[in-house]
């Protein structure tokens, strides 16, 4: 039996373009969604940290305000938000769940989001099929990099794992709760953290490689 | 006796505009100083959640080489690092912090970065001598929002204390550790969190009204 391949969601299996076009719309400049998603994943430790808890979507729509009022646009504006439920995976994500599973690989996502707006995601961007298990921080009440979740989804396959993550923070808190690890390192581009880097891919068809190489 | 004014240093007592500019002229957007700013409080929070700790100006500068590849700026320029020192305070901070001590309190930093680094930056703006203590998250290897520097702050204040800052998940970290708080509102606008908002004055001026009227 094959490895698990624990994947997240938002940035990894889906391209983020659209929420940041959505805000560029607004009249804010690109880099203005790099600044709300940090700031809204600074919010998720925060409330991690201090043992409390919101949904990440409550999250998302607090940072944005402070976001859009520190660019002097209009804070009561939303659609960025409404983009976050229509990105679209990136184009080489199916072929690469797909060859993972005929590996005989469990394919998982785990993510900050709920349940239901990853279900939802998936099932629009046609991964639905390819995608074993839906693991959320929501069931845990901790959101990565916490362990908590990685646990969880630990627990939920019942066999080693390796984490593929486009974010630094989150292979740092696989690694932690003791998962492989690969990073997909085309939106980070140079591994943030003055920590040991991970083994790194282009993109989810040279993740899978890796993943199949091991 | 009088109560605690605990302050936070980078973004409440000193502006972040020298830094903000330090980019600009590595050619960004204005907006790319949040997207590093919030990218080094979430790595601060996520070394915190791993129990690990890296010093705030490694993570700062880490989290500039990555933000400056994002930008395709050339990631090895490290003039905003440097402007993080040379940081003014806001203009009306020194009497807002000779008002309290005036009227008998305890006045306190409490800050991510080092203590050697907030030492030369309160001297070199002239607020050396109206701080009584200078407490840093590295004392105890853990970051704020982490409640043990703020219950490192008490405990070296030995008196109830109020925390003044800038930053939301700075004042959550503080109410959760038990200090009364005032949030300061003028680099977020709007409260940043889905949770009960603190306290608000626009200037250390009105927050020292505010401690001083309790």
């Known amino acids: 039996m094959a490895d698990a ?10 391209d983020r373009e659209p929420a940041r076009r959505s805000l560029v719309d607004l009249g804010a400049p690109p880099s203005a969604f790099e600044a709300w998603f940090q700031r809204l994943l600074h919010e998720a430790a925060t409330v991690t940290l ?11 729509a607090s940072a944005l305000t402070t976001t859009l009022a520190q660019l002097g646009l209009d804070p009561s ?33 785990l993510t900050n989001g709920s349940a239901d707006s990853t279900r939802q995601l ?6 639905g099929e390819l995608v074993d298990e839906i693991v ?4 845990v009440q901790r959101f990565k990099p916490h362990r908590a979740p990685y646990e969880l989804a630990l627990e939920r396959v019942g066999r080693p794992a390796t984490m ?12 932690a709760a003791g998962l492989a690890t690969i990073w997909v390192d085309r939106e980070e581009q140079q591994w943030p ?17 890796l993943f199949l190489e091991r």
Do not use: M, Q
């Open 193 to 209: 953290f003055p920590l040991e880097a991970p083994a790194r891919a282009a993109d989810l068809a040279a993740a899978a490689d």
């Open 50 to 60: 201090l043992d409390s808890y919101r949904p990440f979507k409550e999250l998302a």
């Open 136 to 139: 959320s921080c929501d069931e």
């Open 5 to 14: 391949a624990v994947f997240d969601v938002i940035g990894t299996l889906f």
């Open 77 to 109: 504006r939303t659609e960025p938000l409404d983009a976050l439920a229509e990105l679209d995976p990136y184009p080489e994500a199916a072929e690469a769940l797909a060859r993972l599973r005929d590996a005989g690989a469990a394919v998982v996502t």
């Open 122 to 127: 998936l099932n629009r961007g046609g991964l």
């Open 164 to 175: 593929i993550a486009a974010h630094g923070w989150d292979v740092l808190g696989a690694r």
